[in-house]
Nanobody
């Protein structure tokens, strides 16, 4: 069974940075697109960023370009989400997910079948 485990969340001040990790087991992450999503309290889950098998990036929102980036380390079977210049509105539980397809699609949650448990990111002074 596909397993995804996120880590790296925590409390950070506005303007700070965090790097989240998504470690995969029981499947070879390099062959598939991996997406990051987030859900803030009282809000619907939204896409953040995705990397395809060919390392094409798909951003859900233009506002995230320039602050968020994604990369993969196939040797470690892990995808990373680098978040810079964090804002209080970035506070959310962040999830990684895969549809076990090579492309990112529209980065909508319903397109993805396997999800990690999430990691909390809190941006506050």
């Amino acid at each position: 069974q596909v397993q995804l485990v996120e880590s790296g969340g925590g409390l950070v001040q506005p303007g700070g940075s965090l790097r989240l990790s998504c470690a995969a087991s029981r499947f070879i992450l390099a062959y598939y697109a991996i997406g990051w999503f987030r859900q803030a309290p009282g809000k619907e889950r939204e896409g953040v960023l995705c990397i395809s098998d060919t390392e094409r990036r798909t951003y859900y929102s233009e506002s995230m370009k320039g602050r968020f980036s994604i990369s993969r380390d196939n040797a470690k079977n892990t995808v990373y989400l680098q978040m810079n210049s964090l804002k209080p509105e970035d506070t959310a539980v962040y999830f990684c997910a895969t549809s076990r397809k090579s492309s990112c699609g529209q980065l909508r949650g319903y397109e993805y079948d396997y999800w990690g448990q999430g990691t909390q990111v809190t941006v506050s002074s």
